[in-house]
């Protein structure tokens, strides 16, 4: 072959590489937002550090409409995403990933053999294998406990005579209780003391966030996870918790995994927690070392999660005396005279308020994605570019990132009404709510995420709300102190904190019956 036909056909090469490219470069630049006012950590303080979570964010989703560019830390583009359409597509579809920080961490908290660590076919089969203790029925079996605890939390809180304390402790121990004894059939104090008092370590290391932090995970998600997971062998007080953490609960699930294979071997009855039921499951009993791998998971995720949402519910019926009052009233009718059939699901008022809560709270507000190759993101409305243009898609380039602003699309006037922005629990009862796509597993909501991965105890979290609040509610009334304002701000988790960041919840209590 001669040079001048070598050289056209590599110049020929090149071009179709490059057109290639080009109908594939990324137009996430030419997005509109909100100004950068710092190279270091772009708009990432703004979004995550200001003194009311959302100041920033819910303006510029006003402004710039659901998808909307915001600069990262080191001067990196990102978009947001709230668009239902984009929401549900980067969910389901295979295309997005964790970050490699995300990914490092979850390695360090939970375990190589949680099922959040897990991808592909391995996190596929193992979910799959996991469902069964994850069942509407399976949840029911759970009611007796939740209900022996909430009752012991309400005599705490009906002793307390109208003082104004904080919940925030008082719920997160109840959850706790709730968590172990659910899951592993056996009182929190079983476990340890070493791993309670770790595992409270790790709950206040997630209940903190700084610039730092904020600047460390940017960098984190420019390395690859291997040389990120070595990090793990640093000694340094988190670090050294986070092993510890994975140690207590290699540990604590052995012993009960253990304990509970003797127990079936002999006949007796394991099948009254979520690890008896997996180890007993007819038709396809999951390994032991799968279900210990889930301790770590279960500890930390479900504690916190649910008890803050709690939290939030609290303080929102404390600002609404009217409407906790209405819900009391729906809540001593349900009960009658047959306190331990209480028909839950249909309690309208409770279910809306419950819904309402998981809303205008979600767990977690924003969370990242990074494109696994290069994608064009389906759009349900247009978006405006930085030339004017209108485009109804955008090109994303592989290794790009995206937030998830799930604290956004749940503030959409077109999906919640005009007054979205506003708590009001009976929007889901009078047709305001717009039905839409199905984006999340509850009340189209992403409080629990959405797709492949959404939360597998999403059941668990809305069936224990509605029991506690129930116990709760029906029992003691809230009122909010004048000297204590409950602020919004996020760590790992959305969480209610005073004037200085502490996470915590004042509330007057006193009882009703």
Same mark, same amino acid.
């Given at each position: 072959?001669?040079?001048?036909?070598?050289?056209?056909?590599l &110049?020929?090469?090149?071009?179709?590489?490059?057109?290639?490219?080009?109908?594939?470069?990324?137009?996430?630049?030419?997005?509109?937002?909100?100004?950068?006012?710092?190279?270091?950590?772009?708009?990432?303080l703004?979004?995550?550090?200001?003194?009311?979570?959302?100041?920033?964010?819910?303006?510029?989703?006003?402004?710039?409409?659901?998808?909307?560019?915001?600069?990262?830390?080191?001067?990196?583009?990102?978009?947001?995403?709230s668009? *239902?359409?984009?929401?549900?597509?980067?969910?389901?579809?295979g295309?997005?990933?964790?970050?490699?920080?995300?990914?490092?961490?979850?390695?360090?908290?939970?375990?190589?053999?949680?099922?959040?660590?897990?991808?592909?076919?391995?996190?596929?089969?193992?979910?799959?294998?996991?469902?069964?203790?994850?069942?509407?029925?399976?949840?029911?079996q759970?009611?007796?406990?939740?209900?022996?605890?909430?009752q012991?939390?309400?005599?705490?809180?009906?002793?307390?005579?109208?003082?104004?304390?904080?919940?925030?402790?008082?719920?997160?121990?109840?959850?706790?209780?709730?968590? $172990?004894?659910?899951?592993?059939?056996? *009182?929190?104090?079983?476990?340890?003391?070493?791993?309670?008092?770790?595992?409270?370590?790790?709950?206040?290391?997630?209940?903190?966030?700084?610039?730092?932090?904020?600047?460390?995970?940017a960098i984190?998600?420019?390395?690859?996870?291997?040389?990120?997971?070595?990090?793990?062998?640093?000694? /340094?007080?988190?670090?050294?918790?986070?092993?510890?953490?994975?140690?207590?609960?290699?540990?604590?699930?052995?012993?009960?995994?253990?304990?509970?294979?003797?127990?079936?071997?002999?006949?007796?009855?394991?099948?009254?927690?979520?690890?008896?039921?997996?180890?007993?499951?007819?038709?396809?009993?999951?390994?032991?070392?799968?279900?210990?791998?889930?301790?770590s998971?279960?500890?930390?995720?479900?504690?916190?999660? /649910?008890?803050?949402?709690?939290?939030?519910?609290?303080?929102?019926?404390?600002?609404?005396?009217?409407?906790?009052?209405?819900?009391?009233?729906?809540?001593?009718?349900?009960?009658?005279?047959?306190?331990?059939?209480?028909?839950?699901?249909?309690?309208?008022?409770?279910?809306?308020? &419950?819904?309402? $809560?998981? =809303?205008?709270?979600?767990?977690?507000?924003? $969370?990242?994605?990074?494109?696994?190759?290069?994608?064009?993101?389906?759009?349900s409305?247009?978006?405006?570019?930085?030339?004017?243009?209108?485009?109804?898609?955008?090109?994303?380039?592989?290794?790009?990132?995206?937030?998830?602003?799930?604290?956004?699309?749940? =503030?959409?006037?077109?999906?919640?009404?005009?007054?979205?922005?506003?708590f009001?629990?009976?929007?889901w009862?009078?047709? $305001?709510?717009?039905?839409?796509?199905?984006?999340g597993?509850?009340?189209?909501?992403?409080?629990?995420?959405?797709?492949?991965?959404a939360?597998?105890?999403?059941?668990?979290?809305?069936?224990?709300?509605?029991?506690?609040?129930?116990?709760?509610?029906?029992?003691?009334s809230?009122?909010?102190?004048?000297?204590?304002?409950?602020q919004?701000?996020?760590?790992?988790?959305?969480? *209610?904190?005073?004037?200085?960041?502490?996470?915590?919840?004042?509330?007057?209590?006193?009882?009703?019956?």
């Amino acid at each position: 072959m001669s040079y001048p036909t070598v050289l056209s056909a590599l &110049i020929a090469a090149l071009a179709i590489f490059w057109t290639a490219r080009q109908r594939t470069r990324s137009t996430i630049k030419n997005i509109v937002g909100p100004p950068s006012p710092s190279w270091i950590f772009g708009n990432m303080l703004q979004l995550m550090l200001s003194p009311q979570y959302g100041t920033y964010e819910f303006e510029w989703s006003k402004v710039y409409g659901s998808v909307y560019r915001i600069k990262g830390c080191l001067g990196r583009d990102r978009i947001m995403v709230s668009d *239902p359409i984009a929401l549900q597509y980067i969910l389901n579809s295979g295309m997005f990933g964790f970050s490699s920080t995300v990914q490092a961490l979850i390695h360090w908290l939970f375990g190589p053999r949680s099922v959040m660590a897990l991808n592909d076919v391995d996190h596929k089969q193992l979910r799959a294998a996991l469902n069964p203790a994850f069942t509407a029925a399976a949840v029911r079996q759970c009611q007796p406990v939740f209900v022996r605890i909430a009752q012991s939390l309400t005599e705490q809180l009906d002793n307390c005579n109208e003082l104004a304390i904080d919940i925030c402790p008082l719920l997160s121990g109840a959850t706790l209780k709730s968590i $172990t004894e659910v899951v592993f059939g056996c *009182p929190v104090e079983d476990l340890g003391a070493d791993f309670i008092e770790n595992n409270t370590r790790i709950v206040h290391f997630t209940s903190t966030r700084s610039a730092s932090q904020i600047l460390f995970d940017a960098i984190g998600a420019r390395l690859p996870v291997w040389l990120l997971k070595q990090a793990g062998h640093l000694p /340094t007080k988190i670090f050294s918790a986070l092993r510890a953490q994975l140690y207590f609960a290699d540990r604590e699930g052995w012993r009960v995994v253990r304990a509970k294979t003797e127990a079936a071997q002999q006949g007796l009855e394991t099948e009254g927690d979520l690890y008896g039921m997996l180890l007993v499951n007819a038709e396809k009993p999951l390994p032991a070392a799968d279900i210990v791998g889930q301790t770590s998971l279960i500890m930390i995720a479900g504690q916190d999660t /649910t008890g803050n949402t709690l939290l939030f519910a609290l303080v929102e019926l404390a600002r609404n005396p009217q409407f906790q009052d209405r819900l009391r009233a729906e809540i001593h009718a349900a009960i009658g005279t047959d306190p331990t059939n209480i028909p839950y699901d249909s309690m309208p008022l409770l279910n809306a308020f &419950i819904k309402e $809560t998981l =809303r205008m709270y979600p767990t977690e507000p924003v $969370t990242d994605r990074i494109a696994s190759e290069d994608v064009v993101l389906p759009l349900s409305e247009s978006v405006a570019t930085t030339a004017g243009e209108h485009i109804n898609q955008i090109h994303i380039r592989k290794g790009e990132m995206v937030t998830l602003a799930i604290a956004s699309y749940q =503030r959409m006037a077109s999906r919640w009404g005009a007054d979205a922005d506003v708590f009001r629990p009976t929007r889901w009862l009078d047709g $305001t709510v717009s039905q839409g796509e199905a984006v999340g597993p509850y009340a189209n909501l992403l409080s629990f995420l959405g797709g492949p991965r959404a939360c597998l105890g999403w059941r668990f979290a809305v069936f224990e709300m509605q029991v506690f609040l129930c116990e709760l509610v029906g029992k003691v009334s809230f009122s909010l102190p004048a000297e204590h304002a409950v602020q919004v701000k996020i760590a790992t988790t959305l969480m *209610p904190t005073n004037a200085r960041g502490e996470k915590c919840a004042f509330l007057c209590v006193k009882g009703v019956l």
